[in-house]
């Protein structure tokens, strides 16, 4: 079995911005901060999740998910 790529990205803190796209502020309680959920299956492979309210505020893409592992890589 291949190793994920984007494994280190689980549980990954991130910071929301906007009203639209993929990583906009939660509707429910406006925080500005995520957890990336990993789930590799179907069209979606992952999404984020409210720190503070736990709701699933976007469904991450193949595209997203890239953009933001390559993010990752040079923060690190």
């Known amino acids: ?3 994920n790529k984007y494994a280190r990205l689980q549980g990954l803190k991130v910071s929301l911005s906007g ?3 993929a990583f906009r502020i ?3 309680c406006k ?4 957890k990336v959920v990993l789930h590799m ?4 492979r992952a999404h984020l999740r409210c720190f503070e309210c ?9 595209i ?4 933001l592992n390559s993010q990752y ?3 690190s």
Request: charged share 20%; with cysteine.
């Open 1 to 3: 079995m291949a190793q």
């Open 19 to 21: 009203e639209t796209g």
């Open 26 to 28: 939660c509707p429910h």
């Open 31 to 34: 925080n500005d901060t995520a």
């Open 41 to 44: 299956r179907g069209p979606h």
């Open 54 to 62: 736990k709701t699933l505020t976007a469904w991450i893409g193949e």
């Open 64 to 67: 997203q998910l890239a953009t």
């Open 73 to 75: 890589k040079e923060a």
